[in-house]
């Protein structure tokens, strides 16, 4: 994973800094919290004081999207590991084509009774 994007995702996982908060009412009425904006990415937005909505760079929001989808596909690939060992060999009965059609054949004859009395509308 790039250093940048660690970087970036450590600023959002960081959480918010001293006055990195906006009023709603404010965002429009003043600012000088665009500063702020600048150098930490985010805000939080409050409503009397309450978290309402907050807001990302570009770059950041970009940066944690791309941060899921890392986690998202390791997260992917230990699931699909853990699921192969979780198979015994036994199990994993890895069969060719032709062995498959063998098979096949073989289960069509052992069961060619059952099969014909479905067919012939017996049972």
Known sequence: MAMDLMKDVDVF???????????ITDLQRKT????????????????RNQPFAVMLKP????AVRKYIAVLE?????????ALFTQLSEERMNWTTGDDLKQKAKESF???KEL???LLDGDQ
């Open 115 to 117: 099969i014909r009395g």
């Open 109 to 111: 004859r052992d069961r």
């Open 59 to 62: 770059e950041l929001f970009d």
């Open 32 to 47: 000088d919290w665009r500063q702020g904006f600048a150098t930490s990415k985010m805000v939080e937005i409050l409503d």
């Open 13 to 23: 996982l960081g959480g918010f800094q001293l006055g990195s908060h906006v009023g």
């Open 73 to 81: 596909r390791q997260l992917e690939e230990l699931q699909i590991e």
